[in-house]
């Protein structure tokens, strides 16, 4: 950390805001989540009672020091840690045990009797944030999930339980500070499952998706977004991830260095530590979790042994706390501030090029330049579905590809990757459209049911709890392929085609995004269409695009004011009259995608959102699209700013 901390463990006095976003990008620490980030490591040396514990500062490779003795010592026990304490609960010496061990983590010396474990067992599952630790399943084979609170000296509790019962769990924490995760384990049909639960609810486990293989045994670690398993039986040195928010299977994150069964695993916020000890070897493994790849040596370990457990006070169900709104990462592995209009990562995904694709593409919007690939949309594919976002993630909503669908999907603006499935909407749609503030996410109108009929239905998620849809009211007229978008309160919905009367319309509709109920009229764009695209800043909104389902493809763009109501203003021309478009923007710039007039084209126009007049050219996308995500989807769009 830099020099302006007086004292890392008591830090007061003037801090540099660049020494502090340092430390939190390097070491993934602010100001300290105990004392340099220390891991401990049970090392469970070729014996079974052996008590020998070692410890590593996990921002800094190099060999292990000796720590001092774990009480009961034994192998195959799971490890937890708050950002002050250190826990080993359960193993075997070689009779099982159900005794919690804690030490303060900063400190050396001896460990304590914490409590007991409510039966005993080996090789549970373990997961916990600031407050609370889990532990689930184990040997003997059992479904339970207990709960031990750091803070307070007792017994565990029991929590909930697992879809099955299942022993030989990853015995190191996969976590983020609301959600923990349990994967693979020693009971088939089990042993690729990944189940997760909900630190603030206590109840049962719920399917995640699956390992890459079936396994058990795994050395797991975490950033606040996403969980890595490593290694386990039949000598594995797979290493597997998961973006802890989005639900569906792992991907191949790389290797580590060795095949191995039960690594130890520690971690910081960015870099994950395995103790991949076995027979003579005493080697340590080291990842940064943000970055798939694979393994790197750490150091060595004080002794040799096998089934060690780990236990670190740095990871990622430590809540962080920032000093200021805090950075994002974009896909290039590039720090990008949020919002106002710097740096913002802007996506679409999905549409026909001409056929169906899967695609996921994304700029960075401060830049001109062409798209990047970004990953894969998780369904088949999705045509004319809705688009919206907060900060942290981009959302598709319903679509069509053999038959509609009533999907929503999820990706993370962190890291490149592939969508996950988030939850359902009320219905089955597609010509539909989204929009969004920071914690809401909106979709309006669409067509449903076959023969196709068009609705007025408005529905919301909230971003950042995994679920369903909900109803949130109703346009003032029933149409499909709208444009929409907004700011922080009010959510804006326009043109589209109406059934009734039958034709495209220039209508305005708006919602107040914190209150569910039916849309207001706001008023009337410059020119009736549908199948454009809009989007805003925190004042302003822009609709650009769209045809009048004839001949006519519109380069038009028209604004309003969002805290006003009234009839839409001139803004200028995009470079070329075009349907089927996808937007994208930030609190300064809006980015209009593809399209067709009627040829499909890879055209991105923008327009400096504050300033009317013609829109310029932006870049190419990489692949020619009409028809995919309709609606702003970036992290720093007009509901963010």
């Known amino acids: 950390m830099g020099k302006s901390y007086p004292d890392r463990t008591n830090a007061r006095g003037i801090w540099k805001l660049s020494d502090i976003t340092k430390n939190k990008i390097t070491d993934g620490t602010y100001p300290d989540q105990g004392t340099n980030s220390r891991g401990l490591i049970q090392l469970s040396a070729s014996a079974n009672n052996d008590k020998s514990v070692d410890a590593i500062t996990i921002p800094t490779a190099g060999n292990a020091t000796d720590f001092g003795d774990a009480p009961q010592g034994g192998r195959m026990a799971s490890g937890l840690g708050s950002a002050t304490r250190s826990f080993f609960a359960g193993g075997r010496t070689p009779s099982l045990l159900n005794r919690i061990d804690y030490i303060d983590s900063s400190a050396t010396g001896n460990f304590s009797d914490f409590g007991d474990l409510t039966a005993a067992k080996r090789l549970a599952g373990a997961c916990g944030n600031r407050i609370q630790g889990h532990l689930g399943g184990g040997n003997p084979s059992s479904n339970i999930i207990e709960k031990i609170t750091y803070a307070t000296i007792g017994n565990a509790v029991d929590f909930g339980d697992l879809v099955g019962a299942t022993e030989s769990f990853g015995s190191t924490q996969a976590n983020s500070s609301t959600r923990g ?288 849809a909900s109803d949130f009211g109703d346009l003032t007229l029933i149409r499909y392929t709208p444009m929409a978008t907004g700011n922080s309160t009010r959510g804006i919905c326009a043109g589209g085609y109406a059934t009734t009367p039958g034709a495209v319309t220039n209508i305005i509709d708006y919602i107040t995004i914190a209150n569910t109920g039916n849309a207001t009229d706001f008023g009337d764009s410059t020119q009736a269409r549908y199948d454009g695209a809009a989007t805003s800043s925190s004042t302003r909104s822009v609709v650009g695009s769209g045809s009048d389902a004839g001949s006519n493809f519109y380069n038009i763009l028209d604004y309003i004011t969002i805290a006003n109501t009234g009839n839409a203003t001139d803004f200028g021309d995009l470079t070329a009259g075009r349907s089927g478009t996808m937007c994208t923007g930030n609190d300064t710039r809006g980015i209009w995608f593809g399209g067709s007039a009627p040829s499909v084209t890879n055209v991105m126009d923008y327009i400096t959102i504050a300033t009317t007049g013609n829109a310029a050219d932006f870049g190419d996308l990489r692949l020619a699209t009409f028809g995919g995500t309709n609606g702003t989807v970036s992290n720093g769009h007009g509901g963010l700013s």
Not at 202 to 221: C, H
Not at 388 to 400: C, D, K, L, P, V
Not at 426 to 436: A, K, P
């Open 181 to 468: 995760l349990f994967a693979g384990g020693g009971d088939s049909p089990n042993n690729s499952k990944i189940e997760f639960i909900t630190f603030s609810s206590s109840g049962g486990g719920t399917n995640f998706g699956d390992l890459t293989d079936e396994r058990a045994q795994t050395g797991n670690v975490s950033s606040t977004t996403r969980a890595v398993f490593a290694g386990g039986t039949g000598a594995s040195a797979l290493i597997d991830t998961v973006q802890i928010g989005s639900l569906g299977n792992a991907v191949d994150f790389g290797d580590l260095t060795a095949v191995v069964q039960h690594p130890a695993g520690l971690c910081s916020l960015t870099r994950g530590v395995f103790n991949i000890c076995q027979n003579s070897s005493v080697a340590i493994d080291f990842i940064s979790i943000a970055s798939a790849g694979n393994a790197s040596d750490f150091g060595d370990a004080t002794a040799s042994g096998t089934q060690s457990t780990g236990s670190s006070h740095a990871h990622g169900g430590i809540d962080e706390f920032f000093p200021r709104p805090p950075e994002l990462f974009s896909p290039t592995g590039k720090v990008v501030p949020r919002g106002r209009g710097v740096g913002t990562i802007g996506i679409m995904a999905g549409g026909y090029n001409p056929a169906k694709t899967t695609d996921i593409d994304f700029i960075s919007i401060s830049t001109l330049g062409n798209s990047q690939q970004f990953g894969n949309l998780s369904h088949d594919e999705m045509t004319h579905n809705a688009g919206f976002s907060n900060s942290t993630r981009g959302f598709s909503a319903g679509g069509s590809d053999a038959a509609v669908n009533n999907e929503i999907v999820s990706i993370e603006f962190q890291s490149k990757g592939n969508s996950a499935d988030f939850g359902d909407a009320t219905i089955s749609y597609w010509y539909t459209t989204g929009g969004s503030n920071s914690t809401r996410g909106l979709t309006y109108g669409g067509e449903t049911g076959s023969p196709a009929v068009s609705t007025n239905v408005i529905q919301y998620v909230t971003m950042a709890t995994l679920g369903n």
